[in-house]
């Protein structure tokens, strides 16, 4: 026997449980306001999927065994997986993160029915695909850091506000913290330690509190702000802080073209910008480019993986880590092949004189 149930009305109540706290991560925390606000745009998705491809959305509770009944069920989840899929793809015009995501929030979903419901809804869910591509890591090299820092001239030739912007910049590739810490940072978080200067902040990600020592120029530009109302840092919002670094960049110089790429489904897609016009180094900068740049220095300076993990708040298994080295290897592997083109035999002395 098959007991239906209104998918839409339950996801409702999924949500509800994890704003309130009675749906918690395996760790034990809550779940985030940033993951919470993907669930609600799940529903929206599964709201307006329903509605345009006049799809039955229902949830399905098996009761008993019966043999006819789970070829049913099989063949209604590979039927709602496969075309909520396309729907993304062809009517919404994604790609394959994006897609990925919501498939994730789904099976969260439906893992919840079971376990915390005590819906047998099946293991169908298993089998929906979570699409996931790794775009390329865009890092600042140390020569790009040093003009940024230190070049009076530059900094001098942009406007107020992107002379805030580059020193919040600036904060972000040398300590690692992520955005949303950045923005968090308050004066307690700038302390002093036999006469060092550090910033001692948990993330709000993670929950890992990190202490990271800072070099003489960070300390000058957190002086210099200190003065602000409840942030130690004036961070605008994060399109606008987005945009300003672009700005910056482009002032910089640092036009040259880059290749975007996306996956959408199993083909690659070339991303342009507004008139078709090729994407430039400056326009892929945004602020999570601090935090990249800085691991990814780190481990070229040849710092040793443990310590760049507990600077950057990485746990010892994390797998997105493993992409930060395989980045700086790529670097120390043309840097030591530059050696390797120097070392040629080199001939007699015999051979020389004749």
């Not at 994604?94 to 994730?104: D, E, S």
């Not at 099946?122 to 940024?148: A, C, D, M, R, W």
Request: aromatic fraction near 10%; hydrophobic fraction near 40%; proline fraction near 3%.
């Amino acid at each position: 026997m098959i007991i239906k149930h209104d998918l839409l009305q339950l996801f409702t109540k999924f949500i509800k449980a994890t704003e309130n706290g009675r749906r918690l991560k395996q760790n034990g925390h809550r779940v985030s306001a940033g993951t919470i606000k993907n669930y609600h745009n799940t529903l929206r998705l599964l709201t307006n999927f329903k509605s345009a491809k006049n799809f039955d959305l229902r949830m399905h509770e098996i009761k008993g065994n019966n043999k006819r009944e789970f070829s049913a069920l099989k063949k209604y989840n590979q039927s709602f997986y496969t075309k909520f899929c396309k729907y993304m793809f062809d009517d919404l015009k994604v790609m394959n993160n994006y897609v990925g995501q919501n498939i994730k929030t789904i099976r969260s979903f439906l893992n919840w029915c079971m376990y915390e419901q005590g819906l047998n809804v099946g293991f169908f869910h298993k089998k929906f695909y979570v699409l996931h591509e790794e775009p390329p890591i865009i890092t600042l090299s140390i020569e790009q850091l040093n003009f940024l820092i230190f070049d009076q001239a530059f900094h001098e030739k942009l406007k107020q506000h992107l002379q805030v912007a580059k020193d919040i910049f600036i904060i972000g590739c040398v300590t690692a913290l992520r955005i949303s810490d950045i923005q968090r940072l308050k004066r307690q978080h700038f302390i002093v330690r036999d006469g060092l200067y550090y910033l001692n902040i948990a993330s709000k990600k993670t929950g890992y509190e990190s202490l990271i020592k800072l070099p003489d120029f960070a300390v000058a530009i957190l002086k210099k702000y200190r003065g602000t109302p409840k942030q130690l840092l004036p961070v605008p919002i994060l399109c606008r802080f987005n945009v300003r670094l672009k700005q910056i960049c482009e002032v910089a110089g640092w036009t040259w073209p880059v290749i975007k790429q996306r996956k959408k489904g199993n083909k690659t897609i070339d991303l342009k910008l507004a008139y078709n016009k090729p994407y430039r180094f400056c326009d892929l900068i945004t602020s999570h480019i601090m935090r990249r740049s800085c691991i990814t220095n780190m481990l070229v300076s040849g710092m040793p993986e443990h310590v760049v993990k507990q600077v950057s708040g990485h746990t010892s298994d994390s797998k997105s880590f493993s992409r930060y080295v395989s980045l700086a290897q790529k670097i120390m592997d043309t840097e030591i092949d530059k050696i390797h083109v120097m070392l040629k035999p080199v001939e007699k002395l015999s051979e020389k004189l004749h």
